[in-house]
């Protein structure tokens, strides 16, 4: 019995602080992929809030390479304020939640006011799916792929 509790508080100790920790812990990345060389620009189109609208985010789907160009930038050229909201609740291991109402550090209220910018650094490949949540009809999605350059 002794050897049993002894068991179970040595087990405990070791799943409070080692395993939870380290699973936990932000991953260690190149720098590259924190502080790409370049950025990627997606505009929000004059017109975006309007359904009718053929171009709502332009380019709507651009393929970014990791570590190249894996910083993503929105400027708001509309007239109303759009949100960048994830479609699936992607949460970046270093940069939080891809959605501009969690982020409202970078983006007063949540929204991208006219004439503002929202960015984002995706750290993982991946394809991330997007909309704005006044605005559901305006969607995009981020490919985001090995660098080979």
């Not at 040595?10 to 920790?21: A, C, D, K, T």
């Not at 509309?78 to 699936?88: A, K, L, M, R």
């Not at 501009?100 to 993982?124: C, E, M, S």
Request: hydrophobic share 35%; glycine share 8%; net charge negative.
């Amino acid at each position: 019995m002794v050897t049993f509790i002894i068991a179970v508080g040595v087990s405990m100790g070791y799943y409070q602080f080692f395993y939870i920790p380290q699973a936990n812990a932000k991953p260690i990345l190149p720098d590259s992929w924190l502080h790409p060389v370049k950025k990627t620009q997606i505009t929000i189109v004059k017109g975006a809030s309007q359904q009718s609208q053929d171009q709502h985010f332009f380019p709507k789907t651009p393929r970014v390479g990791m570590g190249d160009a894996n910083e993503v930038v929105w400027t708001n050229q509309d007239n109303v304020p759009h949100t960048v909201t994830s479609d699936n609740a992607y949460v970046d291991k270093i940069n939080g939640p891809f959605d501009t109402t969690q982020q409202t550090d970078n983006v007063p209220g949540g929204y991208i006011l006219p004439g503002k910018t929202f960015d984002f650094t995706f750290t993982a490949i991946g394809d991330y799916q997007y909309h704005c949540i006044p605005h559901p009809f305006m969607q995009g999605t981020i490919s985001v792929t090995q660098s080979f350059g």
